[in-house]
């Protein structure tokens, strides 16, 4: 869980930008993307065969 302790001073744009820094960092939003749709077994697999090609291209 993610969470911002915002100073007695401190701007709320800058406290924003530590929140979205951090849900970045944890990976919040990338999960929430994966989740919003339900994918089947067989799009699950083609989609982490077409990812496993694309890093295989870019080593060579």
């Given amino acids: 869980m993610t969470q911002v302790v915002v ?5 709320i744009e800058s ?5 979205k820094r ?4 944890v990976g919040i ?3 929430y993307k994966k ?4 994918e089947t077994p067989e799009e699950k ?3 982490k065969e ?3 090609q694309r890093q ?5």
């Fill in 7 to 11: 100073g007695q001073s401190e701007p």
């Fill in 56 to 60: 295989r291209s870019r080593r060579n």
């Fill in 45 to 47: 697999r083609k989609r």
């Fill in 29 to 31: 939003y990338t999960d």
């Fill in 22 to 25: 951090q849900v970045a960092r």
């Fill in 35 to 38: 989740h919003q749709f339900f």
């Fill in 15 to 19: 406290a924003l930008r530590r929140f």
């Fill in 50 to 52: 077409a990812t496993r």
